[in-house]
């Protein structure tokens, strides 16, 4: 409806436009594509019809153009600030920075489904356009599994959560997006965790597609490696940038909460990490093909929970923003059907997976089944901790809480042991070990993370075990991987570097991804073990010390944002008399969406971060200060983004590029 | 104006942060205990959020009330039974190891086991696989067939 039409000629100017017409349009249209691209493919490569088959390219590219539109539209809707869009009334307001006002397509139920689809139908064109090398049969099968769960997904935002429903009377300002979202750390994290989450259903489609055809050999592990790759590198900065977020905003530099949210996010990641791991010994030795089919389908299986868990809200949690039971039911639906089926289909056709490859007791291929169990009995753990207050609801009647220490407690035994085993695989030959010959050489690597353990106990002042322990395990992996470079180079020390830098890029992504692991633990048990805390009523003027570092409160001021306003401090902080930063804590209030945050100033440090936090004027004069020193902070998310450039070596490695004719070859040949 | 009166009540109303200086106990001993057993007391009103890290005026009165009880000298089992007399074992992040709870704790440590056994005897069985037999009548059937192509 247009302004005129309400006899209001006094209304301000506003955009409305045909293009969220045609994105509503396109979004159809999209759905009924996917369902061409499920039915023909699937019932062609049933009856060996190429014709059939052929349709699932150019319907992959299609769904993937249409959602792409769409999306477009939707955004374009939020950029002019289309209020008659329902969404964007909910979801936006003309103040916001452009930043946000697009980050809040995807920062509410509706706009990140649309987003899950886009990216659902963008991995189906990626197959299409990427996958020559794959026979017909499959690449058909793998795009209509794929469009299956298109299917699934566009009905489910069409008929629950249409985006584009327009106001018969549009107002005059939206209603703002959640002032936590708008944050340069969460405008990003959805998107990474969503190509994640929905990476993960092209594994999950090749592995439906394998148990169709019966069928799972070298070629089959190679092939489903890089999605799955892609996926994790996409989930490992999608988690780090929400635990970064966590970090700075929420005001005390707490980095993980064991939130069913968080944890739905953790699943799939050590899921698909098990996958990765997994596949490699598919491709190289042929063997472990129905637990690697098995693991792609929980895989996306947990992407599926966790989609069920935030947005249906029955685990209430910090950052659920749809609780409609409505959705939930369809989504469990959802769940449920993808899952049932994939399973009963893979009680039939597991028993057919014949593994070839013959392994000992000591060998790379145990070292990875390790892995692999400890892994799967960590998500587990986290699972089953997760659903467990719905569970005793529901079977013993009984409200009880799962939170931190039970996560702590229970989880971080099996990845103690994945850290102390994982440097012993690395250096593992395929086949079989002498358990001799591979421990002489990891002597040395002990010898290096025990120094580092010692240097640390000595130079804390607390005797907590934690810090050398974590020390020791981080540096015990970041010395393995290096001792793994070492070994894969030669004996000829000249020749060193030139060897590593032809060595091929998965063995590089190895190395990086194992040690970046380390320099994570490192930094969580460092941080925790150290960190320092003071809480106190500061006056402007007064100087006080923290872990060494002079804090003086030197102002506080009331300033105004483009959409807040905000109460900001001045805090000068210096060691032994030198400055060594100048840092403005502030505490805001949007008043759109009514709510107070605290931006906290942090002064980062590759050894501390100096974290400050400023509260409530008191009522005695003066104020609430929080300061902490956080030794070792900024380790937790290097190694994130050490761990995903790991990942994204690996992925472009050769092997997986000049893969064409891979089938014609013979199997089972390792790579190495 | 208004709004600049209206966001001054919104600044008094909202605490900044979960532990306020005037909480905090003299005694840094017990200041410490009271901040570990925080730790393990969920904030009722809140999502899944400790006391300690809590902004609401409930998890507010239930810190106080920790390091009141923890002042008139009990120990941090009292302390915890105390709370958990009065507002129920939903309070307790850390569930407790008693009836149904006991499935919780122990199915992580009894799938590990049962899973190290299935892999270690599937390793044992990959290890006396005798070396790859004669094609099948299937595998033969399929050579011939891409031996034709």
Known sequence: MAVEDLGCPWLPYYHQSMIVELGHFALILALFVAGLQMVMPLVGAHKRWSGWMAVAEPAALTQAALLIVSFIALTYAFVVSDFSVRLVTLNSHTLKPMLYKVSGVWGNHEGSMLLWCLILAVFGALVALFGNNLPDGLKARVLGVQAAIGVAFLSFLIFTSNPFLRL??????????????????????????????????????????????????????????PWTLLAWVMLTIGIALGSWWAYYELGWGGFWFWDPVENASFMPWLISAALLHSAIVVEKREALKAWTILLAILAFGFSLIGAFIVRSGVLTSVHAFANDPERGVYLLAITGFFMGGALMLYAFRAGAMQAKGVFGTV?????????????????????????????????FDRKVSVGPPFFDATFTPFMILLALVLPLGTVMPWKRAKVGRVMRPLRIVVLLAFSVAALVWVVQTERSLMAPMGAFLGSWL???????????????????????????????????AHSGLGVTIIGISLMLAWETEDIRVAHVGDTFTVAGYEINLARVDDIEGPNYFSTAAE??????????AVLYPEKRVYPVAAMPTTEAAIDNGIFRDIYLVIGDEQPGGGWAVRSYVKPFANWIWAGAIIMSLGGFLSLTDRRFRVAAGARKRPVGVPAE | MILRVLLLCLLMAAPAFAVEPGEVLDDPALETRARDLSKELRCLVCRNESIDESNAGLARDLRLLVRERLVAGDTDEEALAFIVDRFGEYVLLNPPVTGSNVIL?????????????????????????????????????????????
Do not use: C
């Not at chain 2, 990959?126 to 891409?146: F, G, I, N, V």
């Open chain 1, 478 to 512: 970041v010395f393995g991987a290096g001792l793994d470079l070492w070994t894969k180079t030669g004996t000829d020390v000249s020749a060193k570097l030139g060897r590593a830098l032809r060595l091929p890029r998965s063995d590089w992504g190895r190395v990086v």
């Open chain 1, 363 to 395: 060998s790379r291929e145990s070292a990875l089944v390790l892995n692999n169990v400890l892994l799967a009995v960590a998500t587990f753990v986290v699972f089953i901790g997760t659903i467990w207050p719905l569970l005793a609801e529901m079977a």
């Open chain 1, 571 to 580: 805090l000068r902080v210096s060691k032994n008399g030198r400055e060594v």
């Open chain 2, 105 to 149: 704790w122990v199915a992580g440590p009894v799938l590990f086991l049962t899973a190290l056994g299935v892999s270690g005897a599937y390793i044992r069985r990959r290890r006396s696989d005798t070396a790859p037999t004669a094609l099948s009548s299937d595998e033969e059937a399929r050579l011939a067939e891409l031996m034709d192509d």
């Open chain 1, 168 to 225: 018969a009377v549009p107002p005059l300002n939206g209603r703002d997006l959640n002032p936590l979202l708008q944050d340069p750390g969460l405008a990003f994290h959805p998107p990474f965790l969503y190509l994640g989450y929905v990476g993960l259903s092209t594994s999950f489609s090749f592995a439906v597609a394998a148990l169709i055809e019966g069928r799972v050999d070298a070629a089959w592990g190679r092939w489903v490696r």
